[in-house]
């Protein structure tokens, strides 16, 4: 059946109807365009809690976007914000937040100051003059510290934590206008690591990555002559699974980056394959991710034809649903087997012969059935809760070789796959979200990108989902 939502959300009386129907209406969601070349435009309203650490950074990274940054004349910080926007020589504008004319692309609010729950009230002070003046696709970003960097103070950590009911509460109610609300916890002295983090939530790369948390820990910042642009330059990255769907968007993406992409897939897509992989100048790598011989021949070609590898992200997935009692062995097997063994042993080999480079990336791909679970999924939810289990367990381990391992979670991404679900479970899988319609393959690429970059050496361990805050397992 052709999908006769879409096509009324196509024209304006389509829209209408629905509208009037209480049908969920989605705002088109800006995406980053290769024309653009700052992370974010538009006006961009700074603020801070009193005694806060990051207004620095946040005044040096938006220094080099083209946003026109603002703070109200009135904010409790004046000085402080001030301060930091003269050292990072940061034009700033004060203007007077309740003029009608208020409208704002982005509002950033450095919370790390708050040390108790009555100080919460920075926020309101903050954000409720300013929360219904968002053009469409706006930002939030809330910047705290990590509950539990803050132990020495039990009620500054409660009082951080306390932070996530605000960024998921905002994210539902400016979803309507493709807005999205998230947080980075940084921790103390990652303040300048941050910057990557900061770069991606206020830009249009995370178009569909909506009330997320994210922690950047401590880590050596990338030099002033980075090249933002073209991030990945020199770098080689693996993709598995790249032949087509959400793999094949990685692969674009990377290459976009400046990096030189191996693609990785079964023998039997070998020519889809080698047509991504063609259109990317990149390299072929058919092999099937459980054949035994797998891991080996992987580092070895790795290592051999292309020097090692930058970045390995573990994107080759299948799903083979049936409820649990119906559900024959062998469907256990398979999904588990491809979804999270083949990895571990990847991931085995490739570290014991030393094939990952130093400052490392494994970008792993997760889904929203391994934090929510799914009816049908049992095998698949093991594995992709796995693959967090995979992030959490070899995080601390990394760190001291130089790598990171992080994931993405994807909810409802419009692929092949999703394609082929029934009529009305489609629907139902797309629109419930705060932004009332499902990811491209594109946006789940984006996040990955952002764990890839050398900028982000203090993002580890983090799973974060991409699925515009699907309203299961939230
Ligand atoms: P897809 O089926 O279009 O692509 C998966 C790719 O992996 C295929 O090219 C396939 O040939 C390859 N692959 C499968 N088994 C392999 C093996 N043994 N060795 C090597 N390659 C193998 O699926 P997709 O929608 O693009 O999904 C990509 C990833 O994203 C998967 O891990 C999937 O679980 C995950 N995911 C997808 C969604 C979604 O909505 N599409 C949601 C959550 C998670």
């Not at 493709?178 to 990652?190: F, H, R, S, W």
């Not at 992709?384 to 990394?398: E, Q, T, W, Y």
């Not at 070789?401 to 029934?422: C, L």
């Amino acid at each position: 059946m052709a999908d006769v939502y879409e096509s009324m959300l196509s024209s304006n009386v389509g829209r209408s109807i629905l509208s009037s129907l209480n049908l969920p209406v989605p705002t088109e969601l800006e995406r980053h365009s290769q024309a653009q070349t700052s992370f974010v435009t538009g006006n961009v309203l700074i603020g801070a809690a009193p005694g806060g650490r990051m207004a620095e950074s946040i005044a040096s990274t938006l220094k080099n976007s083209a946003a026109s940054v603002q703070v109200a004349n009135n904010a409790s910080a004046l000085p402080e914000i001030k301060a930091a926007a003269e050292k990072a020589e940061l034009k700033l504008t004060e203007i007077d937040v309740s003029a009608e004319s208020a409208k704002f692309k982005a509002l950033v609010f450095d919370a790390t100051g708050i040390e108790n729950s009555e100080q919460t009230k920075e926020l309101y002070d903050f954000f409720h003059p300013v929360i219904r003046k968002l053009h469409s696709s706006a930002r939030v970003v809330i910047v705290g510290l990590p509950p539990e960097s803050c132990k020495a103070n039990p009620r500054q950590q409660i009082a951080q934590r306390a932070l996530e009911g605000l960024v998921r509460s905002i994210g539902k109610e400016i979803g309507k206008k493709g807005a999205t609300a998230n947080l980075v916890y940084v921790a103390k002295q990652a303040e300048k690591a941050a910057e990557s983090a900061l770069r991606f939530f206020l830009s249009p790369k995370s178009a569909f990555v909506d009330a997320q948390v994210l922690r950047v820990s401590k880590a050596k910042a990338v030099e002033n002559d980075f090249n933002w642009n073209l991030p990945l330059t020199d770098k080689v990255v693996l993709v598995t699974g790249a032949s087509r769907g959400i793999g094949e968007a990685i692969a674009g993406v990377m290459a976009r980056d400046g990096a030189k992409v191996v693609c990785l897939d079964v023998p039997q897509a070998k020519d889809n394959l080698q047509k991504v992989a063609d259109r990317l100048n990149g390299g072929i790598i058919a092999i099937d991710i459980t054949d035994p011989e797998a891991p080996a021949k992987i580092a070895n070609t790795l290592k051999t034809e292309y020097g090692g590898v930058d970045v390995v992200v573990h994107n080759a997935g299948v799903t083979r649903d049936k409820t649990l009692g119906g559900m024959p062995p062998h469907m256990w097997e398979m999904v588990i087997n491809i979804n999270l063994s083949a990895e571990e042993r990847i991931n085995d080999a490739l570290l014991e012969s030393e094939t990952i480079n130093p400052g490392g990336r494994i970008v792993c791909v997760s889904s929203m059935s391994g934090i929510a679970g799914n009816f049908g999924q049992s095998n698949y939810a093991v594995s992709k809760a796995g693959v967090i289990g995979m992030v959490d367990a070899f995080a601390p381990i990394l760190a001291k070789k130089d790598i990171t391992i992080n994931a993405v979670a994807p909810g409802f991404i419009e692929t092949q796959m999703t394609a082929a679900i029934p009529f009305a479970t489609r629907e139902a899988g797309r629109r419930l979200n705060s932004l009332k319609q499902g990811g491209l393959p594109v946006d789940v690429a984006e996040a990955i990108a952002f764990y890839s970059s050398p900028a982000s050496a203090g993002v580890n361990g983090n799973t974060i989902r991409v699925c515009g805050q699907n309203l299961l397992g939230a």
